[in-house]
């Protein structure tokens, strides 16, 4: 009896996905991964911005294939915001985007170092069970599916922890409130660095995505680089120690690396 229950308390978490005008997307990447890697559809919160987004996604995606649709608001910080106030106060979250193609894990005796994630349920149960140990709310994955890059470690100095695929412990609104248009994982990886004095991340794990580059979403958002260079400057100007321009990254957009090299050496 007493396993079944720290089973239960292992597992006890929701999936939320926010999703915009990416019926297809979801169904075919994300959902798709989920269900190959056996996650429960009665975790999967999805996320849409109005009534008839709600309708749209509805149709489009099979029965049995997510738990809920939820009727939230349009923009991906004011949606982020909406999950936290969505869910109750310590509420495990894990947060994942709509185009999810796949996870890789770092493999050492692999050609190129990595292999198909043998399962996402043990990341997402230790992801938890590593931030509970700290006391930290927030766990998080390798940013880039390169096994070259990934490691078989787990950090918790400040790394930032990508908005793809992270789990939080939800902190509530009075805690954690986005104020950036864009980057707004960099600002949920420094907050909870702020309040924690540390984050999770394993670096054995890594998704598979295409960054800046599929339909919809927050590229259906024509003022984005502007916003990315917004969000930016308000970064550099909440956390000066920690945040720096990365002129190294040629994606289009000003981007930013983060740092804490008075507490830390990497």
Not at 34 to 59: R, T
Not at 85 to 103: A, H, N, Q
Not at 235 to 251: C, F
Request: include cysteine; hydrophobic fraction near 35%; glycine fraction near 8%.
């Amino acid at each position: 009896m007493a396993g079944k229950t720290r089973k239960s308390r292992a597992s006890d978490y929701v999936i939320a996905i926010p999703s915009y005008k990416r019926t297809e997307t979801l169904k075919e990447k994300t959902l798709a991964t989920l269900k190959k890697y056996k996650i429960e559809p009665s975790k999967i919160h999805i996320f849409v911005a109005d009534k008839d987004e709600e309708k749209a996604y509805k149709e489009a995606l099979p029965n049995g294939s997510y738990g809920k649709i939820v009727v939230g608001i349009k923009g991906i910080k004011e949606i982020r915001n909406f999950i936290t106030d969505y869910f109750p106060i310590g509420k495990k979250i894990i947060c994942m985007d709509d185009d999810i193609k796949e996870f890789l894990e770092y493999d050492e005796k692999a050609p190129r170092k990595e292999k198909q994630l043998t399962s996402l349920k043990r990341v997402f149960e230790k992801g938890f069970t590593e931030a509970q140990k700290y006391g930290f709310h927030l766990w998080g994955i390798y940013p880039i599916a390169n096994g070259f890059f990934m490691k078989p470690t787990v950090s918790i100095d400040l790394k930032f922890i990508v908005g793809v695929c992270f789990g939080i412990i939800n902190p509530g609104s009075s805690k954690l409130k986005i104020p950036v248009d864009m980057k707004t994982d960099y600002y949920i990886t420094l907050r909870m660095y702020e309040l924690d004095g540390g984050v999770i991340r394993m670096n054995n794990v890594a998704p598979k995505t295409a960054y800046y580059k599929e339909a919809g979403g927050i590229q259906a958002d024509e003022g984005r680089q502007k916003k990315s260079k917004d969000a930016a400057e308000m970064l550099i100007k909440l956390y000066p120690e920690w945040v720096k321009l990365n002129p190294n990254r040629k994606s289009g957009f000003v981007e930013i690396r983060i740092k804490d090299t008075k507490k830390f050496n990497d």
